[in-house]
């Protein structure tokens, strides 16, 4: 048991640490060609940070854990928005535009709703839909970057670095996702199947949490610089990424089966939550600490009600 918390653990710190370095270094790379920094954040630092889910997504799959898989995806999306964006926004206040509700916001609930029809056809996601989910990322991406408003040619004070050495910094960047990923599902696997906690709570809450930390870090860097587009764009391209590239690619390396109780209940929270973010910036234009506090609270009471029911 001490040696399954310690791989959590160390799991936890790698993926942190691992994080830091790719969004640093990808920020780098981003500015090298030109991105806005909703750009940056909706692709490069979304990316970036979904990486541990991809990693950890495939890892169990390919373990024998589906249900961790999905649950680490599902719940990342949820944890991204009633933690990272609670926790974030009661220290900065994050502002949105109506042409950010309208396309990026929108499409991010359009994909949430997409998936449901997938999932629920016989509780799998098979390979053909895995492609399906991941061509219309392709596009989304496509889209998004032959747009004018996304293709800025500034110098926000970043650190001048030679593309090589950023591009180094991404590739140790992911080698410490990746190595992360694995202590992570290896440990909590064995507590969970230790402790008679099902590997869907595990997924949903332990796992979810930790490969949501570079979101985390991200986002409360990119506040103390008054980055908002960054944090705004990191998290909605985050759970986008989900969905479309982590549910996607980790279908296509294995089907992927759907534990029953994720649609009867965690997709509906996924799914209430980014509709009221949806409500809460479209009323006000930004997320104000209050509303900051409601997100926040309906994470934690939802994962209260995981751990006692």
């Given at each position: 048991?001490?040696?399954?918390f310690?791989?959590v653990?160390?799991?936890?710190v790698?993926?942190?640490?691992?994080?830091?370095?790719?969004?640093?270094?990808?920020?780098?790379?981003a500015?090298?060609?030109?991105?806005?920094?909703?750009?940056?954040?909706?692709?490069?630092?979304?990316?970036?940070?979904?990486?541990?889910?991809?990693?950890?997504?495939?890892?169990?799959?390919?373990?024998?854990s589906?249900?961790?898989a999905?649950?680490?995806?599902?719940?990342s999306?949820i944890?991204?928005?009633?933690?990272?964006?609670?926790?974030?926004?009661l220290?900065?206040a994050?502002?949105?535009?109506?042409?950010?509700?309208?396309?990026?916001?929108?499409f991010?609930?359009?994909?949430?709703?997409l998936?449901?029809?997938?999932?629920?056809?016989s509780?799998?996601?098979?390979?053909?839909e895995?492609l399906?989910?991941?061509?219309?990322l392709?596009?989304?991406?496509?889209?998004?970057?032959?747009?004018?408003?996304?293709?800025?040619?500034?110098?926000?004070?970043?650190?001048?670095?030679?593309?090589w050495?950023?591009?180094?910094?991404?590739?140790?960047?992911?080698?410490?996702?990746?190595?992360?990923?694995?202590?992570?599902?290896?440990?909590?696997?064995?507590?969970a199947?230790?402790?008679g906690?099902?590997?869907?709570v595990?997924?949903?809450?332990?796992?979810?949490i930790?490969?949501?930390?570079?979101?985390?870090?991200?986002?409360?860097v990119?506040?103390?610089?008054?980055?908002?587009?960054?944090?705004?764009?990191?998290?909605?391209?985050?759970?986008?990424?989900?969905?479309?590239?982590?549910?996607?690619?980790?279908?296509?390396?294995?089907?992927?089966?759907?534990a029953?109780?994720?649609?009867?209940?965690?997709?509906?929270?996924m799914?209430?939550?980014?509709?009221?973010?949806?409500?809460?910036?479209g009323?006000?234009?930004?997320?104000?600490?209050?509303?900051?506090?409601?997100?926040?609270?309906?994470y934690?009471g939802?994962?209260?009600?995981?751990?006692?029911?």
């Open positions: 048991m001490l040696i399954s310690l791989l653990a160390l799991g936890i790698l993926l942190f640490y691992g994080g830091e370095l790719l969004v640093n270094n990808a920020k780098k790379l500015f090298h060609f030109g991105m806005s920094p909703m750009a940056i954040g909706l692709t490069v630092v979304a990316f970036a940070t979904s990486a541990p889910e991809l990693a950890a997504a495939i890892a169990a799959n390919l373990k024998g589906p249900d961790l999905v649950g680490n995806a599902v719940g999306n944890a991204n928005i009633g933690l990272i964006l609670g926790i974030t926004a220290f900065f994050l502002p949105a535009t109506g042409r950010f509700l309208r396309r990026e916001m929108a991010m609930v359009f994909v949430t709703v998936a449901y029809p997938l999932m629920l056809t509780l799998s996601l098979e390979r053909l895995g399906f989910l991941f061509a219309i392709a596009v989304f991406l496509w889209f998004l970057l032959r747009d004018p408003e996304h293709q800025l040619d500034f110098d926000d004070g970043i650190e001048d670095a030679p593309v050495k950023s591009a180094l910094g991404v590739a140790f960047g992911v080698a410490l996702l990746v190595g992360g990923a694995q202590a992570l599902v290896i440990g909590a696997s064995d507590v199947r230790s402790v906690i099902s590997e869907r595990i997924g949903l809450t332990l796992v979810a930790g490969t949501s930390l570079p979101e985390l870090a991200a986002s409360l990119a506040g103390r610089k008054g980055e908002t587009d960054i944090i705004m764009g990191n998290i909605i391209g985050s759970n986008i990424f989900n969905l479309l590239c982590i549910l996607g690619i980790t279908s296509v390396v294995s089907p992927l089966r759907v029953p109780e994720i649609m009867s209940l965690d997709y509906w929270v799914l209430g939550l980014s509709v009221l973010l949806m409500i809460f910036l009323l006000t234009g930004r997320l104000y600490r209050a509303e900051a506090c409601l997100l926040l609270a309906a934690i939802y994962s209260v009600y995981l751990f006692m029911a």
